[in-house]
């Protein structure tokens, strides 16, 4: 999973890059300090796998991992080529999903592009140059079919869908507000690789006193629940500041840290709950003497896919799969007693897996 964390200059956005990844990344109080994409890979927390880890005595832990990407800050005109322009919105067209980092604090020390706070205008102008963007791709595409439309139906069929994100994205509505009728017209759009088709979280950044009850008290974060409402897209509360604070701190040391500030989770843990859930993602787990391994899949995914993930082989030569629910598993203390009160399924091609099976793949080439 590959994400890009985006924003107008001075919101936050390097500052909450530094404090998920630890890389470093320059933050300063003045617009493009980030110039070149800065990338990270966070491992996702789950408790399970330091569980699963200790019952089978496992050389080592493999966590799912998530690839953030820290993009240069965006102002009006950048597809013109204002600011960094092209080169942040060709970093961002490799992204799975979009971190809209939105300023949700008063600080007069720390300078805002537009010269006061204002959520909704930050997003607005943000996804304005991401529509002008697809927008100039849309009419080129156009342009090319319609010399084709002619003599092939199938392209006279997805000029139709282009004409209609034309005339949606020139109201300004985002492509991954569009409806579309039919699943070969979802799988021609995504073919795209549109910008505003992008599923998107909003990252309201808040001051300390904010985080205490979530933002529910703020006014600016009201305004980006009701936009992200609007627009089908997650939103979570964080305080940049408090991530930063606590990057460098043990897990121990952590949630002592947040149990103090009476808040129960990190920004890290609420955004890869947002990410998991916005994707459709789940994982599942394995677990052995060598290593104890968390592996992300879609939500839906069966079997054979499932342990394609491990390896091509063993998709392609998938036999059957042998699962036990993590919480079963844990309960009985280990495999062997999981078998014996029959609580290891043998299952085939068709099963769908869910999040937290324990799985031992068998397959044959």
Same mark, same amino acid.
């Given at each position: 999973m590959k994400l890009g964390i985006v924003g107008l200059p001075n919101v936050g956005k390097s500052t909450l890059f530094n404090s998920l990844t630890q890389a470093g990344a320059e933050s300063a109080n003045y617009p493009f300090c980030t110039i070149d994409p800065n990338v990270g890979i966070v491992t996702v927390p789950d408790p399970r796998l330091k569980v699963l880890s200790d019952l089978y005595s496992s050389k080592k832990i493999v966590p799912a991992v998530i690839e953030f990407v820290d993009i240069a800050g965006l102002v009006k005109g950048a597809s013109k080529g204002e600011g960094l322009g092209n080169k942040f919105l060709?970093?961002?067209?490799?992204?799975?999903?979009?971190? =809209?980092?939105?300023?949700?604090?008063?600080?007069?020390?720390v300078? =805002?592009?537009?010269?006061?706070?204002?959520?909704?205008?930050?997003?607005?102008?943000?996804?304005?140059?991401?529509i002008f963007s697809d927008m100039e791709m849309v009419d080129r595409r156009i342009a090319k079919s319609a010399k084709l439309a002619k003599m092939d139906k199938t392209v006279a069929k997805e000029l139709e869908v282009l004409n209609m994100i034309k005339e949606k994205l020139e109201e300004g509505i985002s492509v991954r507000a569009i409806e579309f009728d039919h699943d070969d017209d979802f799988a021609f759009v995504a073919s795209l690789n549109l910008l505003t088709n992008k599923p998107v979280i909003y990252a309201a950044n808040v001051s300390e006193d904010d985080l205490i009850d979530d933002g529910v008290s703020n006014p600016y974060v009201k305004t980006v629940k009701d936009w992200a409402k609007e627009e089908g897209s997650s939103i979570f509360?964080?305080?940049a500041k408090i991530e930063e604070e606590i990057a460098e701190l043990d897990e121990d040391e952590k949630k002592e840290f947040l149990d103090d500030l009476g808040v =129960?989770?990190?920004?890290?843990?609420?955004?890869?709950?947002?990410?998991?859930?916005?994707? !459709?993602?789940?994982?599942?787990?394995?677990? !052995?003497?060598?290593?104890?391994?968390?592996?992300?899949?879609?939500?839906g995914t069966k079997a054979p896919g499932a342990a394609g993930k491990i390896h091509t082989?063993?998709?392609r030569g998938f036999i059957k799969a042998e699962i036990?629910?993590?919480?079963?598993?844990?309960?009985?203390?280990?495999?062997?007693?999981?078998?014996?009160? !029959?609580?290891?399924?043998i299952e085939g091609k068709e099963y769908v897996v869910k999040d937290g099976d324990v799985?031992?793949?068998?397959?044959?080439?």
């Open positions: 060709s970093n961002i067209r490799e992204v799975d999903a979009i971190v =809209h980092v939105v300023r949700c604090f008063e600080d007069t020390n300078v =805002h592009v537009d010269g006061e706070v204002n959520p909704v205008r930050d997003i607005e102008t943000i996804n304005l140059e991401l509360v964080l305080c =129960h989770e990190s920004g890290l843990d609420k955004l890869v709950a947002a990410s998991y859930e916005l994707l !459709g993602l789940i994982s599942y787990l394995t677990a !052995g003497e060598q290593e104890t391994r968390a592996w992300t899949i879609t939500r082989d063993f998709e036990i629910a993590y919480e079963a598993l844990v309960a009985t203390g280990s495999l062997v007693a999981a078998k014996e009160k !029959g609580l290891v399924r799985i031992l793949f068998r397959f044959n080439i």
